[in-house]
């Protein structure tokens, strides 16, 4: 069965950092193509970043230098590292394989002073 458990959220002043977990069991990261997607309230789901099996990625143009995506093949796992946070990234982050699996429930971020 696979599961993708995020992490990591939180309340964060704008200019701040956040570093997004995802946990993978049920499949390998570095077998799937991996993504991050966000969505804020009235808002459809939005790609953020991707990263391939052999480790090439993509990155939406509002967050391009920003943000990374990576990986750690030993623990599974997929992460966020978003810097220089703005207001406009609020919103419930998911991780999930391309193409997409069942959705998790997502990490809340919270870009307020």
């Known amino acids: 069965q696979v599961q993708l458990v995020e992490s990591g959220g939180g309340l964060v002043q704008p200019g701040g950092s956040l570093r997004l977990s995802c946990a993978a069991s049920g499949i390998t990261v570095s077998g799937n193509s991996m993504a991050w997607y966000r969505q804020s309230p009235g808002n459809q789901r939005e790609l953020v970043a991707t990263v391939t099996g052999l480790g090439s990625t993509y990155y939406a143009d509002f967050v391009k230098g920003r943000f990374t995506i990576s990986r750690s093949i030993v623990k599974n796992t997929v992460y966020l590292q978003m810097n220089n946070l703005k207001p406009e990234d609020t919103a419930v982050y998911f991780c999930?394989?391309?193409?997409?699996?069942?959705w998790g429930q997502g990490t809340q971020v919270i870009v307020s002073s």
């Open positions: 999930n394989r391309v193409p997409d699996l069942a």
